[in-house]
């Protein structure tokens, strides 16, 4: 069996993503700070707060590419570090196709990737693209190895109560994750 990763993110953390992301007329993107634990074999990243980008933060900023400024980059990492967190990456697709990481997406992702081993050692790092039909995304174990999918992305009301988001087939995702070259986990 795979493993794969969960994402729950609590109902005002997933509206206020929500809105942010699809505001305007270009890519939107943030972050989620997550903690960790694990349910049957699966990794579960649980949000606990999010930094929504302001536009300010962005060095290239497009109705499809993002391309995030040096200094809000460390600037994120420093909340990861100071919370003590799991950092995941957030970013909207703004077609209403399917949701996937665009060659856009991958280009700089191993660079990033290294980024995050470097500032948060020890931590997972993920990365959700959301397009207005679904999300789909994956998470690293230890950067810039140990890829896994994410199966869910659910919102948990303030019941408890889950909510899954509509998710996007994963085999094109698993694809895309084996192109970038990194190790899978099993």
């Known amino acids: 069996m795979k493993r794969q990763a969960k994402i729950l993110i609590p109902t005002a953390l997933c509206s206020d993503l929500h809105a942010h992301i699809f505001r305007g007329t270009t890519e939107q993107g943030g972050f989620l700070f997550a903690d960790l634990s694990q349910a049957k074999g699966q990794v579960v990243l649980s949000a606990t707060a999010s930094y929504l980008v302001p536009r300010s933060g962005w060095e290239r900023q497009t109705g499809y590419h993002l391309s995030l400024r040096d200094e809000e980059r460390l600037k994120v990492m420093l909340m990861a570090r100071e919370r003590d967190s799991h950092l995941v990456e957030f970013h909207s697709h703004r077609g209403m196709g399917p949701a996937g990481f665009s060659v856009s997406d ?32 994956a998470v690293w174990t230890s950067p810039p190895d140990g ?17 899954p988001l509509r998710f996007a087939d994963n085999r094109a995702l698993e694809s895309s994750v084996r192109g970038w070259g990194y190790r899978r986990q099993k």
């Open 147 to 163: 890829v896994m999918p994410i199966s869910d992305v659910v919102q948990i009301d303030v019941s408890g109560n889950p909510k």
């Open 106 to 137: 991958t280009a700089g992702l191993a660079e990033v990737l290294r980024y995050v081993k470097w500032k948060l050692p020890g931590k997972m790092y993920g990365a959700i693209v959301w397009s207005h039909m679904q999300v789909a995304g």
